[in-house]
């Protein structure tokens, strides 16, 4: 698969307000600073989302339409700090229902800092994802922080932790590393989903 066109259709803070399109969508989360709107945009080829300098600006599910064909959803950072707590119920409320609701979800991509491994909040999300029956895609950020032999081994690391039948993509936003396995994965998890829907 590659990127061709991509629009913003819109950002809404409750589930019930998303696109009545029938098309699938692929939801991507991540810590606040595990750099998911530098890969947005590199995915994209183009400035979708908005690269802050403090983490947790994504404060909306925001959807984008992409290739005319299906949603790709930026859900809010988890982690941040600054935000008012009620606010931060509600939201983390709505993407739970969201994810736990929407029939059209395609799956999660889920981003983990190569770094330093699955956190708490991740291992949280990925029971959340896991309860909710939905497909997984994890990607280890940041690629180019760290030495091949760190990449492999962390490769293997979350994959047995978080139990995925695939190993994580590696990829690098700086370096360009794994763009096309990105791609390639997204377009196998909105292949699935459309395989079932057109069988149901």
């Known amino acids: 698969m590659e990127i061709k066109d991509v629009r913003f259709d819109?950002?809404?803070?409750r589930a019930n307000t998303i696109p009545k399109d029938v098309l699938p969508h692929l939801a991507v989360a991540g810590r606040s600073n595990v750099g998911k709107s530098s890969l947005l945009n590199w995915l994209c080829r183009r400035q979708i989302a908005r690269v802050a300098k403090a983490p947790g600006k994504t404060r909306m599910l925001n959807f984008f339409l992409v290739n005319r064909n299906f949603f790709l959803v930026d859900l809010p950072g988890y982690g941040y700090a600054k935000v008012h707590k009620a606010l931060r119920v509600q939201w983390n409320a709505e993407v739970a229902r969201y994810l736990a609701s929407e029939e059209r979800l395609a799956g999660i991509m889920t981003l983990i800092d190569i770094r330093h491994g699955p956190s708490k909040l991740d291992l949280e999300l990925q029971r959340m994802v896991l309860e909710a029956g939905?497909?997984?895609?994890?990607?280890?950020?940041?690629?180019?922080k760290v030495g091949r032999a760190h990449r492999r081994q962390m490769q293997r690391d979350v994959q047995h932790a978080l139990g995925v039948a695939t190993p994580p993509v590696i990829v690098s936003v700086t370096?360009?590393?794994g763009r096309k396995e990105l791609l390639d994965s997204m377009e196998?998890?909105?292949t699935l989903w459309r395989e079932r829907h057109q069988g149901a």
Do not use: I, M
């Open 134 to 144: 939905r497909e997984r895609l994890v990607v280890l950020t940041k690629a180019d």
């Open 10 to 13: 819109r950002s809404v803070l």
């Open 175 to 177: 370096s360009g590393e």
């Open 188 to 190: 196998r998890v909105l």
